[in-house]
């Protein structure tokens, strides 16, 4: 069954792209898990451990625009995503050699600069070559699946063992292979889109006289899906950095108990990141962003105020996590079937950047600002916030999903 599947070229494309995003999530997320053993070894204080994911983060948003945009003009997203990965694989072992935090913190940007293009450009591949009525189902998977499995479940498991047994130097020997492998399948299995012969949104219009950004930059869609990335990456970060915290510090739960919950809400994103998208092909973008929006808002209310056996209440977050499956949607999906063809790297790589920008820099230091000057709950109230402001800009899109608008289309001539 998996290899007739994997025979079919729009699923394997599919496969190898999850591959690339989830190889990308090792890196990405795993720094996080060797951190512990990586602080006391360089003398790191906690100010600089911040500085280390701000840096990062940084440099992952202005490299997610500036390439998808050149990847565009120059018409290669292929052969640019094959040479990023490349230099990926290579630069990956480069904090194994660092000795002080000034190495480490210029490790991290050469990093963020090079996983920045991935992922838009990966779900622009899937955008322009998937077949329209299983678009969202594949930017699901692509931009939801590898990530978590990958990122949120192997890592911790992986890297913190090899931290453990040879130190933490040893974590980061074991991403060059999956980054070479992923440009290896790259080069071989995927087509290179044709721009020209691809049917991908309704605003197939003439390009804009100030280019691609004035051309991308006059949809409302792109605005909201801008804000939403923000509230998704701050919500994401938010949950990350102070549940574990909260966990133990406040609720007074085991380490054991505090990693069991927290090792949950990955496969839960796993799960929400392949249901939602393809729900969404089918009840249509909008109600499925506004649902998980207000689902996400109870996330942070139950950790805080739910009283309850362990198994209750990991049920209800694994539930009201919903909102960690979405990101492909409001950064793929949606801009993919808002803007011109020629144009969706450009939008991707926009929002990403904005999001990356607001929720992933801003977010967390304006949330750990308030958890020392009222506490942890503050943080977790600002997640809940963030929650509700994506289901007020998800209520604000334009719906895009081909079903819906064909619906739309019959019942206007009946």
Same mark, same amino acid.
């Given at each position: 069954?998996?290899?007739?599947?994997?025979?079919?070229?729009? +699923?394997?494309?599919?496969?190898?792209?999850?591959?690339?995003?989830?190889?990308?999530?090792?890196?990405?997320?795993?720094?996080?898990?060797?951190?512990?053993?990586?602080?006391?070894?360089?003398?790191?204080?906690?100010?600089?451990?911040?500085?280390?994911?701000?840096?990062?983060?940084?440099?992952?948003?202005?490299?997610?625009?500036?390439?998808?945009?050149?990847?565009?003009?120059?018409?290669?997203?292929?052969?640019?995503?094959?040479? !990023?990965?490349?230099?990926? &694989?290579?630069?990956?072992?480069?904090?194994?050699?660092?000795? &002080?935090?000034?190495?480490?913190?210029?490790?991290?940007?050469?990093?963020?600069?090079?996983?920045?293009?991935?992922?838009?450009?990966?779900?622009?591949?899937?955008?322009?070559?998937?077949?329209?009525?299983?678009?969202? !189902?594949?930017?699901?998977?692509?931009?939801?699946?590898?990530?978590?499995?990958?990122?949120?479940?192997?890592?911790?498991?992986?890297?913190?063992?090899?931290?453990?047994?040879?130190?933490?130097?040893?974590?980061?020997?074991?991403?060059?292979?999956?980054?070479?492998?992923?440009?290896?399948?790259?080069?071989?299995?995927?087509?290179?889109?044709?721009?020209?012969?691809?049917?991908?949104?309704?605003?197939?219009?003439?390009?804009?006289?100030?280019?691609?950004?004035?051309?991308?930059?006059?949809?409302?869609?792109?605005?909201?899906?801008?804000?939403?990335?923000?509230?998704?990456? @701050?919500?994401?970060?938010?949950?990350?950095?102070?549940?574990?915290?909260?966990?133990?510090?406040?609720?007074?739960?085991?380490?054991?108990?505090?990693?069991?919950?927290?090792?949950?809400?990955?496969?839960?994103?796993?799960?929400?990141?392949?249901?939602?998208?393809?729900?969404?092909?089918?009840?249509?973008?909008?109600?499925?962003?506004?649902?998980?929006?207000?689902?996400?808002?109870?996330?942070?209310?139950?950790?805080?105020?739910?009283?309850?056996?362990?198994?209750?209440?990991?049920?209800?977050?694994?539930? !009201?996590? @919903?909102?960690?499956? +979405?990101?492909?949607?409001?950064?793929?999906?949606?801009?993919?079937?808002?803007?011109?063809?020629?144009?969706?790297? !450009?939008?991707?790589?926009?929002?990403?950047?904005?999001?990356?920008?607001?929720?992933?820099?801003?977010?967390?230091?304006?949330?750990?600002?308030?958890?020392?000057?009222?506490?942890?709950?503050?943080?977790?109230?600002?997640?809940?916030?963030?929650?509700?402001?994506? @289901?007020?800009?998800?209520?604000?899109?334009?719906? +895009?999903?081909?079903?819906?608008?064909?619906?739309? @289309?019959?019942?206007?001539?009946?």
């Amino acid at each position: 069954m998996w290899h007739a599947w994997l025979r079919r070229s729009d +699923t394997r494309v599919v496969a190898i792209l999850c591959l690339v995003v989830g190889t990308m999530s090792l890196d990405q997320v795993g720094i996080n898990f060797l951190m512990p053993f990586i602080k006391p070894d360089l003398h790191l204080q906690n100010t600089q451990v911040g500085l280390l994911v701000s840096a990062y983060w940084v440099a992952f948003a202005i490299s997610s625009y500036g390439s998808s945009f050149l990847a565009e003009a120059v018409g290669k997203r292929k052969a640019f995503l094959t040479a !990023t990965l490349v230099l990926f &694989s290579l630069c990956a072992v480069v904090p194994s050699f660092v000795t &002080s935090f000034g190495g480490l913190l210029a490790a991290r940007l050469v990093m963020g600069l090079l996983e920045g293009p991935m992922m838009p450009l990966a779900q622009s591949i899937i955008a322009l070559e998937s077949p329209i009525e299983r678009r969202g !189902t594949y930017m699901g998977i692509v931009g939801n699946l590898g990530g978590p499995i990958l990122g949120l479940f192997v890592a911790p498991l992986l890297l913190v063992k090899l931290a453990s047994l040879y130190g933490w130097r040893s974590g980061f020997l074991v991403i060059p292979a999956p980054g070479l492998l992923c440009a290896l399948l790259v080069a071989r299995f995927v087509p290179e889109p044709a721009v020209e012969k691809s049917v991908v949104s309704a605003a197939q219009t003439p390009a804009a006289p100030g280019g691609r950004l004035a051309e991308v930059l006059r949809f409302r869609n792109v605005y909201l899906c801008g804000l939403l990335c923000c509230c998704y990456l @701050a919500f994401i970060n938010l949950g990350f950095a102070f549940l574990p915290l909260f966990y133990i510090n406040v609720k007074q739960f085991s380490p054991q108990e505090m990693s069991f919950l927290m090792g949950l809400l990955g496969i839960a994103a796993a799960l929400s990141g392949v249901l939602l998208p393809t729900l969404s092909d089918r009840i249509g973008r909008r109600p499925v962003m506004v649902l998980a929006g207000v689902l996400g808002i109870a996330f942070p209310l139950v950790a805080l105020y739910f009283v309850g056996p362990l198994t209750a209440l990991a049920l209800l977050l694994c539930v !009201t996590w @919903a909102f960690s499956g +979405t990101p492909s949607i409001f950064t793929a999906t949606i801009p993919s079937e808002t803007v011109a063809a020629r144009s969706i790297s !450009t939008a991707m790589g926009l929002i990403i950047g904005v999001g990356t920008i607001g929720g992933g820099f801003a977010g967390p230091a304006i949330a750990g600002w308030s958890a020392d000057r009222w506490g942890l709950q503050a943080a977790l109230l600002i997640q809940a916030g963030c929650a509700a402001a994506a @289901a007020l800009a998800a209520a604000g899109l334009r719906e +895009t999903a081909p079903k819906r608008i064909k619906a739309r @289309a019959v019942a206007a001539q009946v």
